[in-house]
């Protein structure tokens, strides 16, 4: 490959090669870093420019950012970062100021295990990273504008972090006016009495801890004692967002239980109905937005009460979705950690209990502690796995039905979970699929009560149907259908004070705080009465400080009765500290929990807008132009955000909640961060395994007559992801180091359409490359060096040629169709090629103006060889002659008598009837009959029309 490669250097010295295309790049890069060429001007502030710029139509385009891994990228992490990079080239090129940048998502738990393992300081391992991962995107020609990139632990950018979590703290959600407001007023609410204090008491009465405590009940982050998903191994509790389905941490892979810790939340839950009604106006797709609405998971029901026979005092609420089938209810279930359990227990099992309620124990108390210790270590997902074996067992008191009257057994049962609507069920056996199994295995009674069709048997009826045995003196609900039947009985229920209509969502509040060094510290102070404090703007931002230890308490993965320990605690000089929060000075401990890793990246898009202000968080003018409400786009948001379908929930979901909490409180004009989103592929690799089924190093398999070997022996082969694990991984260094980045570009637009995953194969690489140097030849004279295209009009086919790509290459960038734009760039070429001859100028122009967005170095040097002395990334886009675009035309010969009276062009498709219309309505065909009559039309369409006169 060398040696060809120096032959065709000494013959064609400038010919468009690996080593042209270093220098080529290189040189470019560098121009349009000294020339700021990519910075996009805000209209006021630090980075205000040119307001003709200004005055165009803004476009934000945005790419989901990089955690800076230490193992650097591979050529699957730039393909989002391309196409947007290659839309907004488009977009310049259309008249709008295109803000495009990239920042890091720096803090988090790789950084830290890696320095746990290594013995370096986090930030020192990070910060290597970033400048390692900046050194590779720059190879891209990622037209960034660079003046507005950070990485979130930069203590400039977390300072706003921090104070968002401030304005979070200070704020409650007002159901009435049905958004987020400062603390204070709901204080000054209680102050005068306009709002009735929780308990009753004046608010006067109250201590300052007991009003830290109701306040706690209603600000929008608040630290409570709800059971988190603790994980010993990690040291670390979690959110439910990064437990996975088979209970264990999403990183790391260890066990995950429940545990009662004190812990900072963020109540999301305030938002769950407009974080589900504003999904409708966004242009997202519709797999993301059916996971958020699954996730936030709204159902409509019923609460209902029930009473505990001999237990006055004791109700247990249900949460159900089906309150018509009330009259089915022949048990009930409480999940095993609900708070009702201990006080109906009674000391002894009753009479004729069954012997498989007991679970083999003595008592009902040890039946229940037994069962719950033994629920404990199973995750929610498990506990909810269809068709596995029912467990419980009996608590040994019994319920009332209260439209039946009867005595229901109360089980305790893992498949009802404490997170959930109450935490209690009524169970409903006939209706119920999950209760049907339960029942058969207990031997519960199983009451019918929506007609199944004819022959249904022997299985619960969860369809459509007529009330039946739902009757009592009071009530009748047999005949009416489901809907009916759920209005009428929970207006009875709401009329007899045991139940009302609600609104359940399966969303939870935000598990806020992590037991990590390497994260943002929590803005709060405690003080000797433990009371809370938000640290005021001028202490913010409150650094991290330099440990010693910042490696996680961690413990035996698999035991539960550890308890977390944070690293900052281990620092007292810190944790204790005298501040005057404007009171005097008093003596704090700080909050040494720090917030988890998605914090930074809950807001980064206003920093890129602003990313120098110190004064506010973004500056209303500035936040309005690129983020603010559009015609299009009701609540505003980014034009275009590109990353990976495996963020629709998770950090989607709390960028909207914050979003949202930030334009509650007047800081910001969108309501949603993100208007458009759009999820690229995955680019995946062969992964070549031994006959252990370990993976072997991929360039080193051989394929031999359609098998694969490695070192001589057979491996297989399948498709996986690509990375250091699977042995398969290509670096954009080494593709860019064989033919250029420009290349690289082209391929990775070219394999695919950007939303479909696609297999990264090395050796189709060079197909783009052989385009580029055939672009070059049409232009540049590989011996020479010289320009070769000459002036004057092309012919008619190659403007035809021309102008149809340029229509279709301006379809396919507005729609990110790449890949059919660069087939249609490859047409063109070939079109030229294959006519020979210099190209016309003109045409050389446009086309390299179409490669611009593409390959952007090979396109500012042909433009710069074509003699322009300004950049290529601020030209026109070119715009097709419609003339040119339709098709081509034929010409139709029209004989009168057989003789040629008139030629017509017309289109090749045209059918008989339009032809023969056309003809006859033909000036000189007019004349040439000359008034007289037509007996016979013959048309051949499209070549021939022949008229016969009378
Ligand atoms: C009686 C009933 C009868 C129910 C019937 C369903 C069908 P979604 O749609 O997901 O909201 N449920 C309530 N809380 C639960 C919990 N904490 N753990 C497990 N299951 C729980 O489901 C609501 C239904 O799931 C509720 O309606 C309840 O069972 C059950 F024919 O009540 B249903």
Known sequence: MSEMNSAAETAAP????????????????????????????????????????????????????????????????????????????????????????????????????????????????????????????????????????????????YKWTQWIFVQIFNSWYDQEADRARPIDELVAQF???????????????????????????????????????????????????????DGRSERGNFPVFKAKLRQWNMRITAYADRLLDDLDALDWPEAIKLQQRNWIGRSEGARVDFAVDGHDAARITVFTTRPDTLFGATYMVLAPEHGLIDSIVPAEWPEGVKAEWTGGAATPAEAVAAYR??????????????????????????????????????????????????????????????????AEAFELPIIRTVQPPEGWEGEAFTGQGPAINSANDEI???????TEAKAKITAWLADKGIGEGTVNFRLRDWLFSRQRYWGEPFPIVYDEDGVAHALPESMLPLELPEVDDYSPRTFDPDDADTQPETPLSRNEDWV????????????????????????????YELRYLDPHNSEQLVAPDIEQYWMGPREGQPHGGVDLYVGGAEHAVL???????????????????????????????MIQAYVYRDERGFPVTATEVEERDGKFFHDGLPVKRELGKMGKSLKNAVTPDEICAEYGADTLRLYEMAMGPLDVSRPWDTRAVVGQYRLLQRLWRNVVDEATGEVTVVDGEPDEATLRALHKAIDGVSQDMSAMRFNTAIAKITELNNHLTKTGGPVSRSVAERLVLLVAPLAPHIAEELWRRLGHTDSVVHQDFPVADPAYVVDETVTCVVQIK??????????????DEELEALALGDAAVVGALGGAGIRKVIVRAPKLVNIVPA
């Open 191 to 245: 102050e005068s009495g306009a709002r009735e204090v929780p308990g009753g008491r004046a608010w006067s009465e109250l201590s300052s801890l007991e009003r830290a405590d109701v306040l706690g009940g209603y600000r929008l982050a608040y630290a409570s004692d709800a059971p988190v998903n603790w994980c010993p191994g990690l040291g670390t509790v979690l959110a439910n967002e990064e437990v996975t389905a």
């Open 476 to 482: 009748s609900l047999n005949g009416l259908d489901v």
């Open 373 to 438: 210790k033994q629920a404990q270590t199973k995750s929610d997902v498990e506990r909810q796995t269809e068709h596995k074996d029912k467990t419980g067992v009996f608590t040994g008191s019994y319920a009332v039905n209260p439209v039946t009257g009867a005595r229901i057994p109360v089980f305790v049962a893992d498949y009802v979970l404490m997170g959930y609507g109450t935490g209690a069920i009524m169970a409903v056996p006939g209706q119920d699929e999950r209760d049907w199994e339960f």
């Open 14 to 157: 400038h010919r468009y090669t690996a080593a042209m295309a270093a220098d080529i790049e290189a040189r470019w890069q560098d121009f349009w870093d000294a020339e700021g060429t990519y910075q996009a001007p805000n209209p006021s502030g630090d980075l205000a420019g040119d307001p003709a710029v200004v005055a165009r139509p803004k476009k934000f385009v945005m790419d989901m950012f990089p955690y800076p891994s230490g193992a650097g990228l591979h050529v699957g992490h730039p393909l989002g970062y391309i196409a947007t990079d290659v839309f907004a080239r488009h977009q310049r090129m259309t008249g709008h100021n295109v803000l495009h940048t990239l920042g890091f998502d720096a803090f988090g738990l790789p950084a830290e295990q890696y320095a746990v393992q290594t013995g370096t300081h986090p930030r020192v391992s990070t910060e290597a990273n970033i400048e390692n991962m900046k050194v590779q995107l720059r190879r891209l020609g990622l037209g960034h504008d660079n003046r507005r990139s950070f990485a979130t632990i930069d203590p400039d950018y």
């Open 651 to 681: 950090h989607l979901l709390y960028a909207r909640f914050w979003s949202k909490v930030l334009f509650d409180l007047g800081h910001v004009s969108s309501v949603e961060p993100f208007h458009k989103l759009y999820n690229q592929g």
């Open 898 to 911: 057989g003789k040629v009276k008139a030629r017509l062009e017309v289109s090749p498709s045209i059918t």
């Open 576 to 603: 204790s500290v005298e501040l005057d929060l404007g009171d005097g000075p008093k003596r704090y401990r700080r909050e040494t929990n720090t917030m988890p890793n998605w914090a930074g990246s809950c807001w």
